[in-house]
Nanobody, 124 residues
Framework: QVQLVESGGGLVQAGGSLRLSCVVL????????MGWFRQAPGKERTFVAR????????YYAGSVKGRFTISRDNAKNSVYLQMNSLKPEDTAVYYC?????????????????WGQGTQVTVSS
């Protein structure tokens, strides 16, 4: 059974930083994409960033590009999201996800496993 466990969320003032972590427990996959999504109250879950197996392939939502950085440690089956210059509109529950294949879109449907989410709150 595959389990994703996120950590690192919390309350921060606007302009501050947080680093989210996600570890994948259970099975591992020879090639997989890892991503971060977020969901604000009353809104749909939306794409934030993704990273391919090689770690050289990253892609970001326009709203976070230049402020957030996704990285991974394959030896630890982990993915990270460094969030800088946080804004109140970044407030949401953040989810990590794993896709067993190559991901070519920003939709949730290409991901096979999800974490339980970690709350990020940015105060103004």
């Amino acid at each position: 059974q595959v389990q994703l466990v996120e950590s690192g969320g919390g309350l921060v003032q606007a302009g501050g930083s947080l680093r989210l972590s996600c570890v994948v427990l259970g099975r591992t996959f020879s090639t997989y994409t890892m991503g971060w999504f977020r969901q604000a109250p009353g809104k749909e879950r939306t794409f934030v960033a993704r990273i391919g197996w090689s770690a050289g392939s990253t892609y970001y939502a326009g709203s976070v590009k230049g402020r957030f950085t996704i990285s991974r440690d394959n030896a630890k089956n982990s993915v990270y999201l460094q969030m800088n210059s946080l804004k109140p509109e970044d407030t949401a529950v953040y989810y990590c996800a794993v896709a067993k294949g190559v991901v070519r879109t920003t939709t949730i449907f290409e991901y096979d496993y999800w974490g339980q989410g970690t709350q990020v709150t940015v105060s103004s």
